[in-house]
């Protein structure tokens, strides 16, 4: 059980205090309510691009990192379709530090041409290197726009292309900033060795006075249910052909999202897996296979992975894959298979609560959903799914008409002939 009190300053941050005085350290986690599903198809990446710019200098702060490394501590970030999150640690008695930080940026960013520069090369480099010039980089690149036709999952959070980064203006950046950086649209946790009193003061003195910013509403695409299969084939100079399946699910906020991962588990979670051991162990068809879920806060995806050894046929391959998520829509898992699963999970959510900086993350995430008391009760829910649940979820979610299947043949390219 993760103890915590909670409160809203009239601007409307939502603020969550978890104290922990068994550690000489403190945490501050602002989650912001915005992602790449929040961008504009024509202006896509911009979530990404300012986890970036907010580490370039605020109003009164040139530079992030420096006040921050002088007291001890240390920060990261990331993006998702669904958020962008950050966060920082340090020692206990240095705190206000990180409200100083934090509330400056919140506040007004610097956004100077230099920095917007900066960060749009940093950011252009990571797209190129890591989705088009990595092997496997570009799966993602074509398999959201493959399962998703109008929801704004679609794109990466990296963006569908390029160019929307290079081309961004400063004044789509800063009327970017004003629409979603603001307290009425994040969420703060501090958490550690401090009191719920010193916390609240803390927070009133740095982040009160920001005003509230205009409330942004969210009005996107509703997916379409898939009623065709899908399939993309592709072929790369990669080392081994691999197949990607992708089948539409529950968001995380719907009753069956827990059955739906456990469905998951049993496929792909590990070498006692279903899939690992028909395909890799006993039919040799695999080099390595998985299952997993996106874990979005709208309706994602669950997805299937392999890699296939040498020589395989990819429609040999693909067909063993259905075989095997066929057996599970016709059959009631058994007592067994299902409580080994979810002890998996139970143990992957006691884990999770182990590090200070988790229990943060997932304290906001879990106001996010709509009451942070929810990290509370993960357990229950994995527990409470039962066998019939895991066959009903599976007949709707892992029907072929609901699945999009990117086949990604190796082809190696040629060698130049030295003469």
Request: glycine content about 6%; charged content about 25%.
């Amino acid at each position: 059980m993760i103890e915590f009190k909670e409160f809203t300053l009239d601007n409307g941050l939502r603020v969550i205090v978890h104290e922990d005085h068994t550690s000489p350290m403190a945490v501050l986690n602002v989650l912001y309510d915005v992602g790449s599903r929040d961008e504009d198809e024509t202006h896509t990446g911009f979530a990404h691009l300012f986890e970036h710019l907010m580490f370039s200098g605020s109003k009164n702060i040139p530079v992030y990192d420096e006040p921050l490394q002088r007291v001890g501590g240390e920060n990261n970030a990331f993006t998702s379709p669904d958020i962008t999150n950050y966060y920082l640690s340090l020692p206990a008695q240095n705190i206000e530090t990180g409200f100083w930080l934090e509330s400056d940026r919140m506040m007004e960013l610097a956004f100077s041409e230099n920095g917007l520069e900066v960060q749009r090369k940093v950011v252009v480099e990571e797209f190129k290197q890591n989705y088009l010039n990595q092997p496997y980089g570009d799966v993602w690149l074509k398999l959201r726009p493959l399962a998703y036709k109008e929801h704004s999952y679609k794109w990466a959070t990296i963006g569908k292309e390029i160019s929307h980064i290079e081309e961004a203006t400063m004044d789509i950046v800063k009327a970017f900033f004003r629409k979603h950086y603001s307290p009425s649209n994040a969420i703060l946790v501090v958490a550690g060795n401090v009191t719920f009193e010193r916390a609240k003061e803390l927070t009133e003195k740095w982040f009160g006075p920001i005003p509230a910013g205009e409330k942004y509403e969210r009005k996107l695409k509703e997916e379409p249910r898939q009623t065709e299969a899908r399939t993309l084939e592709v072929a790369s100079d990669v080392p081994l052909s691999a197949i990607y399946k992708a089948y539409h699910m529950p968001g995380r906020q719907h009753p069956d999202y827990h059955a739906v991962d456990l469905i998951s588990d049993i496929l792909g979670r590990g070498k006692s897996s279903r899939l690992y051991e028909k395909l890799v162990k006993e039919q040799k068809l695999f080099n390595s296979i998985n299952a997993s879920v996106s874990g979005s806060v709208e309706p994602g995806l669950l997805i299937i992975q392999g890699k296939l050894n040498e020589g395989v046929n990819l429609q040999e391959a693909n067909a063993a894959i259905e075989a095997v998520v066929q057996e599970l829509i016709d059959n009631r898992v058994d007592e067994e298979e299902l409580n080994k699963v979810k002890n998996q999970a139970e143990t992957s959510i006691v884990f999770s609560e182990i590090e200070l900086l988790n229990r943060a993350m997932n304290l906001a995430y879990s106001k996010l959903l709509g009451d942070a008391n929810l990290i509370n009760q993960e357990g229950e829910k994995v527990q409470a799914v039962t066998p019939d649940d895991i066959q009903r979820c599976a007949q709707e979610v892992l029907r072929k008409t609901n699945c999009s299947t990117l086949l990604y043949k190796a082809e190696k390219k040629e060698q130049p002939v030295e003469v």
